[in-house]
C-alpha cells in the first residue's frame, strides 16, 4: 500500500490517467455509457488502484483526487456528451465528500455541470452517509444526477443505506457475480435481486462479469446492465468513443 504523501505526489506530477469501462445493457448489448476509473502510471508500470484507493478514503486527499476525475471527464467527454442523447459516465465519489461544496464547485467550475443528467455518482456502501452527504445527494438528484450504490453484496443488503439514500441504481459486487461460477452456487441466491428489481424500481448493474454462464443467470434474474471483460475492458476515452458508437 502506498502513502499518502506518495499518492498526492503521483497527482502533483500528473501521473494520473483516466480510462472508461463500458456498462452494457443485457437485453440487447448495446453500450449505455462507462465507468470512469483512475489509473497510476508510476514510471513502467501502471499501478493497479487498490494499491492506493483504499489507503485515501476518509483522508484529505479523497476530494482532489475526486476533483482531479470531474475535471478530466470534463476535458476528455465534455464535448462528446453534450452530442449525445442516452449515455451515463459514472464517477467513483468517496461518501465523505458529498455535502461539503467541493463536488458541486468542481462540477461547475470544469463545466461538467452542463451534463450533469448523463452523470452517475457512484458512492460505496462501505461508507456511512451524515446529513451531509444525504443533503448533497439530494441536490445532485435535483440536478438529474443519478445516484448508484456500489460494491452491493446481496447476501447481506444494506437496507438502512437504501432506506436513506434515493438511490436509482445498484450495483452487484464482482464477488457476488464470482460466486456464480462455483459448483455449490444455488440460483436461490438470485431470487433476492429478482426482488430487488421489482419492488424497489431500481435498475442493477452486475460488475466483473466475464462468462456467457454468468450473463444468463443475470438475464434470467431480469438485472439490466453489467460490466465486465466478457464485454470489454477498460478503454483510453477516443477508444470508448469509438466502442460506444459501435454498439448502439
Known amino acids: 500500500m502506498f502513502s499518502i504523501d506518495e499518492v498526492a505526489s503521483a497527482l502533483h506530477n500528473r501521473e494520473f490517467f483516466l480510462e472508461y469501462l463500458p456498462t452494457m445493457s443485457l437485453a440487447d448489448k448495446r453500450c ?35 476533483y ?9 467527454l465534455r464535448s462528446w456528451l453534450l452530442e449525445q442523447d442516452n449515455v451515463h459516465i459514472s464517477i467513483n465519489v468517496p461518501p465523505e465528500i458529498f455535502g461539503r461544496g467541493g463536488l458541486a464547485y468542481a462540477s ?31 441536490a445532485a438528484n435535483e440536478k438529474k444526477m443519478l445516484i448508484a450504490l456500489d460494491d452491493m453484496d446481496i447476501k447481506n443488503q444494506n437496507l438502512y443505506v437504501l432506506s436513506r439514500v434515493p ?54 434474474a431480469g438485472v439490466q446492465e453489467a460490466q465486465g471483460w466478457y464485454f470489454s475492458p477498460s478503454l483510453s476515452a477516443s477508444d470508448f468513443m469509438t466502442f460506444y458508437a459501435a454498439h448502439q
Request: glycine share 6%; aromatic share 4%; with cysteine.
Open 108 to 138: 461547475k467550475n470544469s463545466r461538467l455541470e452542463d451534463v450533469a443528467d448523463k452523470l452517475i455518482l457512484e458512492v460505496t456502501e462501505r461508507g456511512i452517509l451524515d446529513s451531509l452527504g444525504v443533503a448533497g445527494i439530494n
Open 68 to 76: 482531479w476525475v470531474i475535471d478530466t471527464i470534463a476535458q476528455e
Open 32 to 66: 449505455t455509457g462507462a465507468e470512469s476509473l483512475i489509473r497510476w502510471r508510476k514510471g513502467a508500470e501502471v499501478v493497479p488502484p487498490m494499491a492506493f484507493i483504499p489507503g485515501i478514503e476518509n483522508t484529505p486527499l479523497s476530494g482532489p483526487i475526486t
Open 167 to 220: 438511490a436509482n441504481i445498484v450495483k452487484l459486487d464482482k464477488s457476488f457475480v464470482d460466486e456464480m461460477l462455483r459448483p455449490d452456487w444455488s440460483s436461490q441466491k438470485i431470487a433476492s435481486i429478482s426482488s430487488l428489481i421489482r419492488n424497489g424500481d431500481l435498475c442493477v448493474i452486475a460488475e466483473g462479469v466475464e462468462t456467457a454462464e454468468q450473463v444468463k443467470i443475470l438475464m434470467a
